[in-house]
C-alpha cells in the first residue's frame, strides 16, 4: 500500500517552462439573437529573472493549491511596471484577459493621439503668431512710410527695431496731423505737395482659431483649417454674406422703382377670339383683364351674372369693344375640318390606280371573280359561302398597272357597306349570272352606282353553266336605263366565268379603258385623306381600320383624326399582310394605332398636332352625344300616344356584338327591320369585338340575349353568363340571325338549335397532309375530340372557320374519340388555315322544340 501511496499521480502537472501563446474562444453577441464566436490567441511575455534574484511563483503552485482547503493567501505586493503580473491575474479566463488587452491597447492609441494632437496644435498656434508678428511688422512699415514728410537730404540711422517701429506707428495719427509743410530748396521750383491726411491701413479679421478646450467638440476642430469657397473669394472672412432671397428682394424692389418712376404702362390691344358661347372667366383670360372689372362692367349694363356664367357672342363684343380690344368671332362648327374647301392645285396632281368596286346579288359570283383576278381563295373563307364584309385589295394587271378592288356583300341587309362601296371608288363593276339574271340586289347596286355618278361595268358570269343566257340579261338591263355597246349604248359588259378562269383579260382591259377615260389623278404630296372601308377591335392589335386612302402620302407616326376617334399611325399593314412605311393615293391599308373603333364611313386626316387632333375628336363626340339624345319637342298629344305604345308594344330587348363595324351596323338595321306594330326590337348595345364580361353584366340586368356575329366570349364572361343564366346566339350567316329572331319575335318558332360543346383542343402544330390538306395536332382541354362532329375554329376569340373533323387519329391508327389530355391529330374538312395557338371547339347540334 505505501508503494501505492508514494506512485506519483498523473494529475499533478510536470514543471517546465509555460507556453506563452494560449488559444481560446469568444463568443460575440449582436442583434436579434445572433451569435459568433471567434478564435483567439493570448500572447504572454515571457520573464526572466537575473542570477541570484527571487523567481516569482510559479502559477503551477497557485493552480495546485487552489483545489485544497486551506485559507486565504497572503496579499501579494504591487508589481513593477516591467515585472510580470502577479499570479492572481492568471485565475481571470481568457475572455476577460482577452478584454483586458485590448482596452490597454485601446487606452494607449488615444493617449498617443492626443499627443499628437496637441504637439500639433501647438505647432499651429506658434505658427499664427509668427505670423500675425510679421503682418503687424509690415504694417508698421506702411504706415511709418506714409508719416514721412518727404526723403531726408542726410542719410541718417534707419529705425530697424521692431519696438521703435511699433511706437512710431501708434504715433503716426497725431505725427501726421502736426508735421510741416516741406521745405523745398532755394534753387529748384518744385511744385507743392499733394496734400493728404494719412489713414491707418484697416485691419483684416483674423480667422478664428480653435481653442484647445478639452470640451470642444470635434467638428469646429476639423472644419477650422479647411478652405471653403467663401473663405477664398470673400476679403472679409467673418461677415456674414447677403442671401439669395435678399438679393432677389432687392432686384424686385429696384424694379418696382423704375416702373414707378416711369409713369403708367400703355394698354396693350389683343385680338379676342370669341365663340359662340364662353363664360365671364375664360373672356377674361383671353383679354388679360381682371374677371372682377368684367362682372363690374356687366352689372352696369344691367346684367347680374356671375364670373362662371356663359355669356353670348353679341354680350362679349360689348365687353370686348368697351375694354379696347379687337373681336374674332368664330363658331364652333370652325373646330371641325372641312374636306370641301381644301382643293388641290392642279399642277400637283399625279395619276393614281382606280379603284373598282364589284357588286351584285348575292350568290352570283362577285368574290370568285375577284379570287380569280387575284389568284387566292377568299370565298372558301367566308361562312355559308357568302361575303359578309367589304374587303380592298390590290391586282397588278400583265401591263403593270395596279387596280384596287373593293369586294362588297350581295345579301340585302348590307345596303349600308354596297352603298360606301359605290361612294368612294371610281368604276361599279356589275356582276349578273347569266343564268339568274338582274335580282333586287343588282338592281339595289345600279341604283346606288347611280347616285354616285360613277361609271358602271358590266360583268355577265357563270357563262360557262347550263341554261346561261347573257343576251336575256343585257335586255334585262335595258329597264334599268344600261344600254351596252351591243345595242348601241355606252356601258361596257364583257362575258366571264370565274370557276373556267375565262374573260378576265377583256374585264382588266375594260377596266384600263375606262380609267384612261377618266383621267384619274390625286396629289400624293400633301397630308393624307382616307376613308373608313371597314373597323374591328382586334384582340391582339386593339382598334384596326382599314382605310381606302384618297389624296395624299400617309405615313407611319402620322397623327391623325378619323370620325370621333383620334390616335397616331403605329402600322401599316397591306392587303398581303405586309407592314409597309407609307401608303400612296388609291392604296388599301390597315391602319393601328386608334384610340377606338370608328364607324365604317368615317374620313380619316392627318393633322399637324396631337392637340388639334383631340380637339376635333371632342368637338365630334359632343356632336354625336348631343344629337343621340336630342329629344323631339314634347306635346300632350305626343306624350300620350308615347305612352299608349309603351303599354301596347312588347319590346324585344337583344345586345348585338360582331367582328366587324360594318357587320354589326347591317345586323341592327335587319333587326330593326322586323319591328312591328305589337313587337319591337330594342338594340340596348352594339359594337365589335369579343363578348366581354361588361356586356354579359348588362345582359344579366335586362334578361336579353346576346348575339354573337362571328365573334365569342372570353373566358371569365362564358363563366358570369353560366352564374347569370345569360343566354348565347351564336351566328355566322346573317339571314340565319335574322330568321331566328323573326320566329321568336313572331311566335312561330320553329325547333331550338342548341350546340352542346363536346370538346375544346388547342392547336399545338401543322403538318402537311396531302397535297392540299393539312393536319393539325392537338391536345386535347376538355373534353373529346369525335370523328364526324361539327368543328368551329377559332384565334383570339374570333371564329376562322365552321367545318367537320373528317379525319381523326392518334399516333398512326384511327380512332373515333379522343379523351382530355392525350394528343391526337385531325384534319379539318373545308379549311386549310390553321396556325399554332388557334383553338378547335367540337360541338353537337341538338334540334329541341322552343318553348315560351
Sequence with gaps: ???????????????????????????????????????????????????????????????????????????????????????????????????????????????????????????????????????????????????????????????AEVPAAAAAAAAAPQAAAA????????????????????????????PKRP???????T?????????????????????RARSLAALKRAREKEKRSHTASSGPREKQIREVVVPESITVQELANRMAEKGSDLVKALFKMGMPVTINQAIDQDTAELLVTEFGHEIKRVSE??????????????????????????????????????????GANVQAGEAGGITQHIGAYQVKAKDGSVITFLDTPGHEAFTEMRQRGANVTDIVILVVAADDGLKPQSIEAINHAKAAGVPIIVAINKIDKEGANPQRVRERL????????????????????????????????????????????????????????????????????????????????????????????????????????????SMPVEVLGLGGVPMAGDTLTVVENEARAREVAAYRQE??????????????????SALADKANVIEYPVIVKGDVQGSVEAIVNALNKLSTDEIRVRVLLSGAGAITESDVTRAASTGAPIIGFNVRPNAKAREIAAREKVRFMYYD??????????????????????????????????????????????????????????????RDDVIISATTIASLRRFKDDVAEVRAGLECGVVLADTNDIKAGDHLEVFEVELRERTL
Design 1 to 159: 500500500m505505501s508503494d501505492e501511496q508514494d506512485k506519483p499521480t498523473l494529475s499533478r502537472k510536470p514543471l517546465g517552462l509555460k507556453r506563452t501563446v494560449e488559444a481560446g474562444q469568444v463568443q460575440q453577441q449582436f442583434s436579434h439573437g445572433r451569435r459568433n464566436t471567434v478564435v483567439v490567441e493570448v500572447k504572454r511575455r515571457r520573464v526572466l529573472g537575473r542570477p541570484g534574484e527571487a523567481a516569482p511563483a510559479p502559477e503551477v503552485e497557485e493552480i495546485e493549491a487552489a483545489p485544497a482547503p486551506a485559507p486565504a493567501p497572503a496579499p501579494v505586493p504591487a508589481p513593477k511596471p516591467v515585472a510580470p503580473k502577479p499570479a492572481a491575474d492568471s485565475l481571470m479566463t481568457r475572455q476577460e484577459r482577452q478584454a483586458q488587452l485590448l482596452r490597454e491597447a485601446e487606452e494607449a492609441r488615444m493617449a498617443s493621439l492626443e499627443e499628437n494632437r496637441r504637439r500639433d496644435e501647438a505647432a499651429r498656434a506658434r505658427a499664427a503668431e509668427e505670423e500675425k508678428a510679421r503682418a503687424e511688422a509690415r504694417q508698421e512699415q506702411a504706415a511709418a512710410k506714409a508719416a514721412e514728410p518727404a526723403p531726408a537730404p542726410a542719410a541718417s540711422e534707419p529705425a
Design 179 to 206: 508735421a510741416p509743410r516741406p521745405a523745398t530748396t532755394a534753387g529748384t521750383a518744385a511744385p507743392a505737395p499733394r496734400r493728404f491726411t494719412p489713414v491707418e491701413a484697416p485691419k483684416r479679421p483674423e
Design 211 to 217: 481653442e484647445p478646450k478639452a470640451n470642444r467638440g
Design 219 to 239: 467638428d469646429n476642430r476639423r472644419q477650422s483649417g479647411k478652405l471653403t469657397v467663401t473663405r477664398a473669394l470673400n476679403e472679409d472672412e467673418g461677415a
Design 333 to 374: 362648327g370652325d373646330i371641325d375640318i372641312r374636306h370641301d374647301e381644301d382643293v388641290d392645285d392642279a399642277a400637283a396632281l399625279k395619276p393614281r390606280a382606280p379603284v373598282v368596286t364589284i357588286m351584285g346579288h348575292v350568290d352570283h359570283g362577285k368574290t370568285s371573280l375577284l379570287d380569280a383576278l387575284r
Design 478 to 585: 335595258l329597264s334599268h336605263e344600261l344600254v351596252v355597246e351591243e345595242m348601241g349604248g355606252d356601258v361596257q359588259n364583257v362575258e366571264v366565268s370565274a370557276l373556267k378562269k375565262t374573260g378576265l383579260d377583256k374585264l382588266l382591259d375594260a377596266i384600263a379603258v375606262q380609267a384612261e377615260i377618266m383621267e384619274l389623278k390625286a396629289n400624293p404630296d400633301r397630308a393624307a385623306e382616307g376613308t373608313v372601308i371597314e373597323a374591328k377591335l382586334d384582340k391582339g392589335r386593339g382598334p384596326v381600320a382599314t382605310i381606302l386612302v384618297r389624296r395624299g402620302t400617309l405615313k407611319v407616326g402620322d397623327i391623325f383624326v378619323c370620325g370621333a376617334e383620334s390616335g397616331r399611325v403605329r402600322a401599316l399593314v397591306d392587303d398581303h399582310g405586309k407592314q409597309i412605311k407609307q401608303a400612296t393615293p
Design 623 to 640: 356632336q354625336a352625344t348631343r344629337k343621340r339624345t336630342e329629344q323631339a319637342p314634347v306635346s300632350l298629344e305626343g306624350m300620350f
Design 733 to 794: 350567316v346573317i339571314y340565319h340571325l335574322t330568321a331566328d329572331v323573326a320566329k321568336e319575335m313572331a311566335g312561330e318558332l320553329g325547333p331550338e338549335r342548341i350546340e352542346n360543346v363536346v370538346g375544346r383542343a388547342e392547336v399545338k402544330d401543322v403538318f402537311p397532309a396531302g397535297k392540299r390538306d393539312k393536319a393539325a395536332g392537338l391536345l386535347v382541354l376538355e373534353g373529346a375530340i369525335r370523328k364526324g362532329l361539327h368543328a368551329r375554329l377559332t
